[in-house]
């Protein structure tokens, strides 16, 4: 098993569950919309980033429940989980883009980290050979950006909370895939 091709390591890739991750995503997002809801924007300012910065580190948890088990030194390298890491890593450089703009406007974070954090679906649906990356990409670029025009007052809540629906729908159609193939 150690001279596997890219294409075999694909294949071992594909066949993942990929449920911790977004359920992370999911969980974190809940809490960041609550928060949004009780507490001042400064503090909802403080939880996007501490958030989404724990998406990564809940996901490794979650992982030693779901069976995938990130963390398993047992497990062959597999160059594909390098290239995911890779994704993740571009989304946290993206902070780089949206500090920036929360500097100028504090509510512009919802939006940049909303949609940047996000865009790491796109290269994901291409190594599982799904659409579920681009729909949740694109779907959450549309939403997020419609939400951050149309509800000023409620970005903190509204953004947050469209993601978790997004990630719930995202999940039942990992959990599916296999089903539909």
């Excluded at 974190?28 to 501490?50: D, K, L, P, Q």
């Excluded at 994901?124 to 997020?144: D, E």
Aim: hydrophobic fraction near 55%; glycine fraction near 8%.
């Amino acid at each position: 098993m150690g001279n596997r091709n890219l294409e075999q390591q694909r294949i071992e890739f594909i066949n993942q569950k990929f449920l911790a991750t977004p359920l992370a995503g999911l969980i974190i997002w809940t809490v960041i919309g609550c928060i949004g809801i009780f507490f001042s924007h400064f503090i909802a300012v403080w939880a996007i980033f501490i958030g989404t910065g724990s998406i990564v580190y809940l996901g490794l948890f979650l992982s030693k429940f779901t069976g995938e088990n990130f963390l398993d030194k047992k497990k062959p390298k597999n160059e594909f989980d390098t290239l995911f890491l890779f994704t993740a890593g571009q989304a946290i450089l993206a902070y780089s883009i949206a500090i920036p703009f929360f500097l100028g406007d504090y509510s512009s974070l919802p939006l940049s980290v909303g949609i940047l954090t996000g865009l790491m679906w796109l290269p994901f649906s291409w190594i599982i050979k799904h659409w579920v990356g681009i729909f949740h990409a694109l779907t959450r670029i549309i939403t997020v950006l419609t939400l951050w025009y149309l509800l000023p007052e409620h970005r903190f809540i509204a953004i947050p909370f469209a993601i978790v629906l997004l990630y719930s729908i995202t999940l039942m159609i990992l959990k599916n895939r296999k089903k539909a193939e």
